[in-house]
């Protein structure tokens, strides 16, 4: 199956602080990225959907402005927690589809975001 | 919309087999996949099913009922390491953007 490194594995930041996590590709071309969110027993919750080159597609009740996200190459999504909150500690999991088996989604292995 | 259930926790001996039931409402249908996931981990892919019938590999099996809107994940044999949550989840309509959405996955427990 194709790789996908998400950076860092974990954070911790103050309160009021932006955290960016990365997520790359290594061996294929992404056309499409995925952001999810899990909280402490329980599942995915997508946040958004991104193409590469475009402009990404929240789920309702994400909010846009908080969680930036950017899909700058084929190989590269970013998402951005900006000023971030205690509530926004979570698991945050990116999957990624393309190469030569477009139809799955390969996870990266995951950020454990802790805000303080 | 979509919905997707399968049930929060189950427990299981070691060395037996145990099913996995998951159904699905979708507007529109293109896979299931079921992955596996340790506590604090990033999910694995187990299988992935886009026709009706039974896929296998290994200890584990996946089955899909496309008009009954129901799969199943069969495991056997079981080890005391597939102690983890199982998630079903369904693709939408085929398109460079379609949508992976999870269900609130299945806690297994193996007991010795």
């Known amino acids: 199956g194709a790789v996908v490194s998400q950076h860092p594995s974990w954070v911790i930041c103050k309160s009021g602080t932006s955290v960016k996590i990365e997520c790359r590709s290594l061996d294929f071309q992404a056309t499409t990225m995925f952001w999810y969110r899990q909280f402490p027993k329980q599942s995915l919750m997508l946040m958004a959907t991104s193409n590469e080159g475009s402009k990404a597609t929240y789920e309702q009740g994400v909010e846009k402005d908080k969680f930036l996200i950017n899909h700058a190459s084929l190989t590269l999504s970013t998402l951005t927690v900006t000023s971030a909150h205690p509530e926004d500690s979570s698991f945050y999991i990116c999957?990624?589809?393309?190469?030569?088996?477009?139809?799955?989604?390969?996870f990266g292995q995951g950020t454990r975001l802790t805000v303080v | 919309g979509q919905n997707i259930d399968q049930p929060t926790e189950m427990t299981a001996t070691e060395g037996a087999i145990v099913q996995i039931n998951c159904t699905y409402q979708?507007?529109?249908?293109?896979?299931l996949f079921w992955y596996q996931q340790h506590a604090g981990e990033a999910p694995t892919f187990l299988s992935y099913n886009v026709l009706d019938g039974l896929e296998e590999k290994g200890r584990f099996s996946s089955f899909l009922s496309r008009s009954k809107g129901y799969s199943y994940l069969l495991l056997k044999e079981l080890q005391m390491k597939d102690s983890a949550s199982y998630l079903c989840a369904v693709r939408g309509m085929y398109s460079s953007a379609s949508k992976i959405i999870f269900g609130s996955g299945t806690r297994l427990s193996i007991r010795p």
């Open positions: 979708t507007s529109g249908f293109n896979g």
């Open positions: 999957s990624a589809r393309g190469g030569t088996e477009p139809l799955q989604a390969f």
